[in-house]
């Protein structure tokens, strides 16, 4: 399927990949107004152009309101219209194993699409539309009433699934050390936690292929600690995806460790946004006063200039956290300082 795609371009390959991961073929990108069309965010003249252009989906790497949705789809009618959110959530479903995930998934869908259902209502005018927002007056009414008991259900089912997940957590966590591996998605965090479990799990250039954490326990000189593997970050993350993966997310809350991977392969200036951003979000879930090791991985791909970026990396870091008790320079790919990483992580264990 071939996709248009309206980005920033600081946020363009990001936006590039996201699509691509989605299942999409980026077709053509045009750059987001510095202005938002107040019916329509994109220009009118590219909406006009898009009506008979031949793709399938339309992407606005943004967060679009309800009224840009229903006159998007009103124009384009034979297009899929997705913004940065809907864009997220279909690569979380692509990849979600558990039941948590799909649930979460579901309700952060739900939650995004009933102020454009409700919007559609309070103007009773929607026959163009597609899907549940094509029903007619009526069936919008039906739509919506359906929407509410869905998120009332999966709300109750989340709820029961975050205190039995909460309660297991502290359960472990007090038996064996929890150690997570957070960081910026395609940062090769789940490289890492192959190369410290010497497991296999699945790693490629998509992004979010860990949608559900994974757990491994690790073991050296009768010192035992459970690593997990969490789902990755973005910049400008919406704070719908914070909220509905919460519970995904606490496995970071309720760690004693944490192991902050840092891709250093990235040109500087989106290194040190990421590096930023990774800190941002911790601080959205309210982890703070954690040891933290800093891991600087891919650095084979960088020749000489890995330990200049490390230390730019750690500086920032260090400004933005405490306590930052190490930075480790590795490639998982090739095994480089995988052993000390190991050594360092276990020196923080009781």
């Given at each position: 399927m071939?996709?248009?795609?309206?980005?920033?371009?600081d946020f363009a390959e990001?936006?590039?990949?996201?699509?691509?991961?989605?299942?999409?073929?980026?077709?053509?990108?045009?750059?987001?107004?510095?202005?938002?069309?107040?019916?329509?965010?994109?220009?009118?003249?590219?909406?006009?152009?898009?009506?008979?252009?031949?793709?399938?989906?339309?992407?606005?790497?943004?967060?679009l309101a309800p009224r840009h949705f229903i006159n998007l789809n009103r124009q384009l009618n034979n297009k899929k219209v997705l913004d940065k959110l809907i864009?997220?959530?279909?690569?979380?479903?692509?990849?979600?194993?558990?039941?948590?995930?799909?649930?979460?998934?579901?309700?952060?869908?739900?939650?995004?699409?009933?102020?454009?259902?409700?919007d559609i209502y309070s103007k009773a005018k929607s026959t163009e539309q597609q899907g549940p927002l094509g029903s007619g007056t009526y069936g919008v009414e039906s739509a919506l009433r359906l929407y509410s008991r869905k998120i009332s259900k999966i709300t109750r089912e989340l709820e029961n699934?975050?205190?039995?997940?909460?309660?297991?957590?502290?359960?472990r966590v007090e038996n064996i050390p929890f150690i997570a591996i957070a960081g910026y998605t395609n940062a090769g965090k789940t490289s890492i936690f192959n190369a410290?479990?010497?497991?296999?799990?699945?790693?490629?250039?998509?992004?979010?292929?860990?949608?559900?954490?994974?757990?491994?326990?690790i073991s050296e000189k009768g010192k035992k600690a459970m690593l997990v593997d969490t789902v990755g970050f973005i910049r400008g993350i919406p704070p719908q995806i914070i909220e509905a993966f919460f519970?995904?997310?606490?496995?970071?809350?309720?760690?004693?460790?944490?192991?902050?991977?840092v891709d250093l392969s990235l040109e500087d200036s989106l290194l040190m946004d990421m590096t930023k951003s990774s800190f941002?979000?911790?601080?959205?879930?309210?982890?703070?006063?954690?040891?933290?090791?800093?891991?600087?991985?891919?650095?084979?791909?960088?020749?000489?200039?890995?330990?200049?970026?490390?230390?730019?990396?750690?500086?920032?870091?260090t400004e933005l956290y405490s306590p930052i008790v190490d930075s480790v320079l590795v490639s998982a790919k090739k095994g480089w300082n995988i052993d000390l990483l190991r050594d360092r992580v276990f020196a923080l264990i009781n």
């Open positions: 071939k996709a248009v795609v309206f980005v920033s371009q990001e936006a590039v990949s996201l699509v691509e991961t989605a299942g999409y073929k980026v077709d053509k990108i045009y750059p987001l107004p510095s202005k938002p069309n107040r019916l329509f965010y994109i220009p009118q003249d590219k909406v006009k152009l898009l009506k008979d252009y031949e793709a399938d989906a339309l992407v606005v790497f943004d967060l864009l997220l959530l279909e690569i979380f479903a692509l990849h979600a194993g558990s039941k948590e995930a799909k649930l979460q998934i579901e309700l952060a869908r739900l939650k995004y699409e009933l102020p454009i259902i409700k699934l975050k205190k039995f997940r909460e309660t297991q957590l502290r359960s410290l479990t010497g497991l296999n799990q699945a790693t490629d250039q998509s992004m979010f292929t860990t949608t559900t954490p994974k757990r491994y326990a519970v995904t997310l606490s496995e970071i809350r309720y760690a004693n460790t944490l192991l902050l991977v941002g979000i911790l601080r959205e879930l309210g982890i703070s006063g954690k040891p933290m090791i800093v891991v600087g991985n891919k650095a084979d791909i960088v020749n000489g200039k890995s330990q200049d970026k490390m230390e730019l990396v750690t500086s920032l870091s």
